[in-house]
């Protein structure tokens, strides 16, 4: 049993690759082409998403309590927290209750806002384990010049949690969560790297 976290900024799109992937589970995607056997989604929890007045260009849905999938493969079990990214206290006990009970973090950035910004929510997370991946999601939103921006932007994330929280990112994934024709790679990305999460645990455990 694996308990992976997926944290990071309002908005940077942690429910929506919790979603996907439960889409991938269900119309057997991840079955056929990632080969990972029988699959199957035990529990979809997005009872946490809220519609909140909007502000001008606020989104309207925002997670206040964890989002939560039990997915199983094979004969085990694994768990996908996603809490909400705001502020408020409410939103901000669930990112510390799930930071504490995952063995794995997945940190989302957009990669089409302003990255130093984004730093500025884990700098209230306590505590954060010691293996963290990092999918810098919306590269859709980029446009030109992707690959460079890309670069970039994942250098100032390596910089940030080595110097800053003395972590070492073990993976950088450029996802796209919101289904793209165009973006498929990226689509497959933001399953591959919740296999990825899985397999490394698995491998510390034989360690
Ligand atoms: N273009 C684009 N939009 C995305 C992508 N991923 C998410 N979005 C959009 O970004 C908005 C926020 O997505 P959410 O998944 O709710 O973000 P979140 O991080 O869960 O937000 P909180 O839980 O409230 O912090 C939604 O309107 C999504 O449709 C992406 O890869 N590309
Ligand atoms: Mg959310």
């Not at 997926?6 to 942690?14: Q, T």
């Not at 504490?100 to 302003?114: G, H, K, Q």
């Not at 929510?121 to 954060?128: D, E, L, M």
């Not at 080595?162 to 919101?178: L, M």
């Amino acid at each position: 049993m694996v308990n992976v976290g997926i944290l990071g900024d309002v908005s940077v799109g942690k429910t929506t690759i919790l979603r996907l992937f439960v889409k991938y589970v269900e119309d057997k995607t991840l079955q056929n082409k990632f080969k990972t056997g029988e699959a199957s989604i035990v529990k979809a929890d997005f009872s946490g998403e809220a519609t909140l007045p909007s502000k001008g260009d606020e989104k309207e849905t925002k997670t206040i309590h964890p989002n939560r999938v039990v997915f199983r493969i094979g004969d085990k079990m694994h768990t996908l927290f996603a809490p909400g990214g705001d502020d408020r206290p409410l939103v901000r006990m669930g990112i510390t209750t799930v930071s504490r009970i995952a063995r794995l973090i997945v940190a989302v950035f957009d990669v089409s806002r302003d990255i130093d910004d984004q730093f500025e929510f884990y700098s209230a997370v306590r505590f954060i384990p010691r293996t963290i991946i990092v999918a810098m999601n919306k590269a859709d939103l980029l446009g030109k010049e992707m690959n460079k921006k890309i670069e970039e932007i994942k250098k100032r994330i390596a910089d940030y949690f080595s110097s800053k929280r003395q972590i070492k990112v073990e993976g950088f994934y450029v996802t796209v969560a919101e289904s793209n024709e165009e973006f498929q790679d990226q689509n497959d990305a933001c399953a591959r790297l919740i296999l990825d999460c899985i397999d490394t645990e698995s491998a510390d455990k034989r360690a």
